[in-house]
Antibody, heavy 120, light 107 residues
Framework: QVQLQESGPGLVKPSQTLSLTCTVSGGSISSGGYYWSWIRQHPGKGLEWIGYIYYSGSTYYNPSLKSRVTISVDTSKNQFSLKLSSVTAADTAVYYC????????????WGQGTLVTVSS | DIQMTQSPSSLSASVGDRVTITCRASQSISSYLNWYQQKPGKAPKLLIYAASSLQSGVPSRFSGSGSGTDFTLTISSLQPEDFATYYCQQSYSSPRTFGQGTKLEIK
C-alpha cells in the first residue's frame, strides 16, 4: 500500500521560500505511471492544485502560482519536493502531496497534510 | 482553466435521507470527474472516479452520474459517518481544479 508523508517547516517568514518534501513508501516513484502532485487548502477553504511532477522530471504548474513554484524529484530517495518562493500570509495553508495515475486520473493516495504558516 | 461549481454549498440532512450534490463544469469534461469526501483535519478521500465508478471499499450507498458538464453525487441513505465536506474535481485537463465544496451537516 502506497503511503505519502509530507515534511518541512511549519513556520515560514514572509518573502522567504517555503520548502516541503513528500516521502513515498510502498511504491517507487521511478517505476513510472504516476504523476506526483502538490495540493493546498487554505484554512477553512477549498482545495487548490499547485502542480505535478513525473518521475522523468517533467512538470506542470498551476498558472496562478507558476512564477513562484518549483517541484523536483529525487528518485534515489523516493521523494519529491515543493518550493514556493516569496511567500506571503496568503500562502498559509495545509499542503498535501498526492498521487495521480496516468490513465487513472484521480488522486487515490494522499499524504496526511502539513500546515504551513507564513508569519514573521 | 476549467471552473467547477458545486451546489449547494451547504446542506442539512438527517440520517436515512437521500442526498444529491451537483457539480457543473465550465466546459465539457467528458467523464473526467471525481468526487472526494473530507472530514475535519483529514486528507480528502476518493469516493467516485470517472464520474460513476465506485472506488474500492467505498459503501454502495454512494453513487455518481453525469457526463459533459453536469454531474451528481448521490448518497442513498445517509449514515452518521457521512457528515463531511464533499468536493468534485476535474481531471480532463491541467490545471486540475476542484469545486468549492459542499458541507453536509446533521439536521
Amino acid at each position: 500500500q502506497v503511503q505519502l508523508q509530507e515534511s518541512g517547516p511549519g513556520l515560514v517568514k514572509p518573502s522567504q521560500t517555503l520548502s516541503l518534501t513528500c516521502t513515498v513508501s510502498g511504491g517507487s516513484i521511478s517505476s513510472g505511471g504516476y504523476y506526483w502532485s502538490w495540493i493546498r487548502q487554505h484554512p477553512g477553504k477549498g482545495l487548490e492544485w499547485i502542480g505535478y511532477i513525473y518521475y522523468s522530471g517533467s512538470t506542470y504548474y498551476n498558472p496562478s502560482l507558476k512564477s513562484r513554484v518549483t517541484i523536483s524529484v529525487d528518485t534515489s530517495k523516493n521523494q519529491f519536493s515543493l518550493k514556493l518562493s516569496s511567500v506571503t500570509a496568503a500562502d498559509t495553508a495545509v499542503y498535501y502531496c498526492a498521487r495521480e495515475g496516468s490513465g487513472s486520473e484521480y488522486f487515490h493516495h494522499w499524504g496526511q497534510g502539513t500546515l504551513v504558516t507564513v508569519s514573521s | 482553466d476549467i471552473q467547477m461549481t458545486q451546489s449547494p454549498s451547504s446542506l442539512s440532512a438527517s440520517v436515512g435521507d437521500r442526498v444529491t450534490i451537483t457539480c457543473r463544469a465550465s466546459q465539457s469534461i467528458s467523464s473526467y470527474l471525481n468526487w472526494y469526501q473530507q472530514k475535519p483535519g483529514k486528507a480528502p478521500k476518493l469516493l467516485i472516479y470517472a464520474a460513476s465508478s465506485l472506488q474500492s471499499g467505498v459503501p454502495s450507498r454512494f453513487s455518481g452520474s453525469g457526463s459533459g458538464t453536469d454531474f451528481t453525487l448521490t448518497i442513498s441513505s445517509l449514515q452518521p459517518e457521512d457528515f463531511a465536506t464533499y468536493y468534485c474535481q476535474q481531471s480532463y485537463s491541467s490545471p486540475r481544479t476542484f469545486g468549492q465544496g459542499t458541507k453536509l451537516e446533521i439536521k
